[in-house]
């Protein structure tokens, strides 16, 4: 069982640079989102997804975009990237919305931006 | 609005010494309560949750008891071994707030066993 995979899982950018950080769930899932996690933080939601084609915002979303055009993938893509951007990202996905189920992560992406 | 509260780490114990990790929430709604365990290197995945007030959640020697009326759920294990080394995270959901299922998290706490 994959699970959830992210990659990259260790990226180094400059100020300004582009990229994508991919999610991929094979667990059928609706539900996916992704969060940053940063020291004496915890984990904040960047942005969610409740089924393909829809997205919304969490909690921290600037700097960030996200697109669902299937059930199983959910990139997240820093257009111009900042060093307060520098974090440990992670993916995680659900069967439905429910408030009571368990959320599956990935093992993260780190990013630092120079 | 809503926020989980932890005790601060890192906590360091004895092979087979009693953990207490405290956790503290406010919320407005009707609220699931989870902790999550991290371990080196890895994804966080979920140790326990209870989903009304009473409830008590439990899973590999670890327990936690929903108490609505100290807005806790702190985490207890009789006896941690080595392998128990990791970092713990209390979390919410809110039915009323809930931005698509999100989870609330504290700021994890991290535990280290040493044998």
Not at chain 1, 79 to 93: E, G, M, N
Not at chain 2, 55 to 64: H, I, L, P, T, V
Not at chain 2, 87 to 101: E, H, K, P, R
Request: aromatic fraction near 12%.
């Amino acid at each position: 069982n994959a699970g959830v995979t992210q990659t990259p899982k260790f990226q180094v950018l400059k100020t300004g640079q582009s990229m994508t950080l991919q999610c991929a769930q094979d667990m059928n899932h609706e539900y996916m989102s992704w969060y940053r996690q940063d020291p004496g933080m915890g984990l904040r939601l960047i942005h969610y997804s409740v089924g393909a084609g829809i997205t919304d915002q969490g909690e921290v979303p600037n700097g960030y975009n996200v697109s669902r055009s299937t059930t199983e993938d959910f990139p997240l893509r820093l257009l111009s990237a900042a060093p307060s951007q520098t974090s440990v990202y992670f993916c995680a996905s659900r069967v439905g919305q429910g408030f009571t189920g368990e959320l599956f992560f990935g093992e993260g992406s780190r990013l630092t931006v120079l | 609005g809503d926020s989980v509260t932890q005790m601060e780490g890192p906590v360091t114990l004895s092979e087979e010494a009693f953990l207490t990790i405290n956790c503290t929430y406010t919320a407005t709604g009707y609220p699931s309560l989870f902790w999550y365990v991290q371990y080196p290197g890895e994804g966080l995945q979920l140790l326990l949750k209870a989903t009304k007030a009473d409830d008590k959640g439990s899973n590999k020697g670890f327990e936690a008891t929903y108490r609505k009326e100290t807005t806790s759920f702190h985490l207890e294990k009789g006896s941690v071994q080595v392998s128990d080394s990791a970092v713990y995270f209390c979390a919410l959901s809110d039915m009323i707030y809930n931005q698509g299922g999100k989870l609330i998290f504290g700021q994890g706490t991290e535990l280290s066993v040493k044998p």
